[in-house]
């Protein structure tokens, strides 16, 4: 094959969502919703309150189960597994709200998460502590990279629980790179970053996108952070897929700026 | 006295027992497990059982005691693991009684109300009484410490930290690719081996149990010791059974120097004193007396 052909191609599929469906008593919080991510994109999930971008992540991660549909990571059909093996398969997700392990170190935090330790289990931590301790070491060494990379290095034998909520998000995306999981969710990154953090942050996905080749997908309210950082990016409104395109096609969109202000602001 | 004190001691080791049964459980994990005394006496009449009935040595019968134990650990944990908390507290209370109940009821076992005795004597190298309570302090002392190793390598080491992150929030643990049911079911297990060894090596000490030792109270006790020592550190688990032993025992010689309460009303001001060092430690020191130590990497310093 040529490079020229292999250049043009798009890069492979990692995760899909396909007609995904999620009922909550009577409200369809996600319905018929079909999504693709790219390998090495920063793909953004905009739509206004209450469109189920929330939703859509909980059914891709596996934290709730959808009604229907079917979710596929690497091509594999993982709609029925539990959460914990979707990570071991390659995918990793934050949370709207920052979820640390508050009374945990940060640096227990980043330890805590590469997956499958021998120390994890209980022969290895009885019968082989030299072989525990050497693990541990490297992990120590790579948590140390990581603390660097998200500027938590004099906080790490802080409790996460003490860090202000931009360290947070930052300690949180940490976690998700200690875990090795080349596909990372985030929700809501930016929620509650004051601005200069918010800049270390962009910084840091940007970073982990072209030197660590991690691909992302992430939902933002936050238009500059999703203009800066994301592309392609995906509409997502009354749980269904609107529209994916570039973020400057978006915001020219008139069913876009119809579903985020109403019909009216969109004939003005 | 002094065999009063040695009693008091061996008493606190059963209790020390009981205690990293629980904080394993409840400390480390989160499970609420209120069923702490059906463990215990699941523990002490399989041991006894074991040891008069069947005839196997006492050692080995307090050890299976402990298998036995860790069997009914599994299956209360595997048949709740995915209740939510609150309805598994109440799974483990109901657990317990059942265990109380059966020994009440089924007499062809237990002996029922009348009480099951256990003539055989472990560790019993023909030593006169005096000396045999010491050996047996001293082997219950030994479990208390084995127990105590293998508790301080599980919580200092990355297995005890994913327990913690399981305790805190078993959502994002679980998105972190740790498979929680098989670490909770573990740790239920394993606290549950500890229990019936504690209850065995109980229920050989004492010589004759009836289902009245093994009320619920028993695991508000421990749940006492764990609270007021500090969950989550085991060195406070061991000073909190400590202390709740001497409040109950010790309270007793209150009576020799007092004539102004009855021996009735005395044994209610023991309950009422628990009741209100549990509310001080909480108000004062909500994470116990020594709390969870602060984790420090032992790789720190060399690089």
């Known amino acids: ?268 | 006295m002094l065999a009063y004190f040695v009693a008091m001691a061996t008493y606190a080791g059963f209790f020390m027992i009981l205690a990293q049964g629980l904080n394993l459980q409840w400390g480390m994990t989160g499970m609420v497990n209120f069923g702490v005394a059906g463990f215990y006496a699941l523990g002490a009449y399989s041991g006894a059982i074991l040891s008069t009935r069947i005839g196997i040595a006492p050692e080995l019968a307090i050890a299976l005691a402990g298998v036995a134990a860790g069997v009914a650990g599994l299956v209360v944990s595997l048949l709740t693991m995915r209740l939510r908390e609150d309805y598994f507290a109440i799974v483990t209370l109901g657990f317990g009684e059942i265990v109380r109940l059966f020994a009440l009821n089924e007499d062809w076992l237990t002996e029922g109300p009348r009480g099951l005795r256990i003539p055989a004597r472990p560790f019993d190298f023909g030593l006169s009484n005096a000396v045999y309570s010491l050996v047996y302090l001293g082997v219950v002392a030994l479990v208390v410490l084995v127990i105590y190793a293998i508790c301080e390598r599980i919580r200092s080491g990355p297995y005890g930290r994913t327990l913690r992150a399981i305790r805190e929030d078993d959502v994002v643990a679980g998105v972190l690719g740790k498979n929680v049911l098989r670490f909770r079911v573990q740790a239920f297990v394993l606290g549950s081996v500890f229990m019936g060894v504690a209850g065995a090596l109980f229920a050989h000490y004492i010589q004759n149990i009836s289902p009245d030792t093994f009320m619920p109270m028993i695991a508000i006790f421990i749940w006492m010791s764990v609270i007021v020592g500090g969950y989550g550190n085991n060195k406070g688990l061991l000073l909190g059974a400590g202390i709740v032993i001497f409040i109950l025992e010790g309270s007793r010689f209150l009576g020799d120097f007092t004539s102004i309460v009855t021996s009735q009303q005395l044994s209610s001001i023991r309950i009422i004193l628990i009741g209100i060092i549990l509310m001080a430690v909480l108000r004062f020191r909500p994470r116990g007396l020594i709390p969870e130590p602060k984790f420090m990497s032992e790789f720190e310093k060399t690089s």
């Open chain 1, 1 to 268: 094959m040529h490079a020229s052909a292999t250049a043009k191609s798009p890069p492979r599929i990692v995760l899909s969502g396909q007609a995904l469906q999620k009922s909550f008593g009577g409200v369809r919080a996600v319905s018929g919703m079909s999504l693709t991510l790219r390998e090495g994109s920063i793909t953004g999930l905009i739509g206004p309150n209450g469109a189920g971008k929330s939703t859509l992540f909980h059914l891709l991660s596996g934290v709730i189960r959808p009604d229907s549909g079917r979710v596929e990571l690497f091509g594999d059909n993982i709609t029925a597994l539990p959460t914990h093996e979707r990570a071991q398969r390659g995918m990793v997700r934050s949370f709207q709200l920052a979820r640390e392990f508050g009374p945990l170190t940060v640096l227990e935090n980043l330890l805590l998460a590469p997956q499958n330790q021998c120390g994890e289990r209980l022969l290895p931590l009885f019968f082989g502590p030299a072989k525990v301790r050497a693990e541990q070491e490297g992990l120590y060494r790579r948590a140390v990279e990581v603390l660097a990379l998200s500027r938590l290095t004099a906080l790490r034998n802080e409790y996460a629980a003490n860090l202000s909520g931009g360290q947070k998000k930052l300690l949180e995306l940490g976690r998700a790179l200690m875990t090795d999981c080349p596909v990372i969710l985030l929700d809501e990154p930016g929620a509650g970053v004051n601005p200069a953090l918010m800049g270390l942050l962009t910084e840091m996905i940007r970073r982990l996108n072209a030197e660590y080749g991690k691909t992302f997908l992430i939902i933002e309210h936050d238009m500059d952070f999703i203009a800066r950082l994301c592309d392609p990016v995906i509409v997502m409104t009354e749980g269904r897929h609107l529209m994916e395109a570039s973020f400057d096609e978006i915001r020219r969109d008139p069913a876009v700026i119809e579903a985020y202000l109403g019909r009216a602001a969109a004939h003005v």
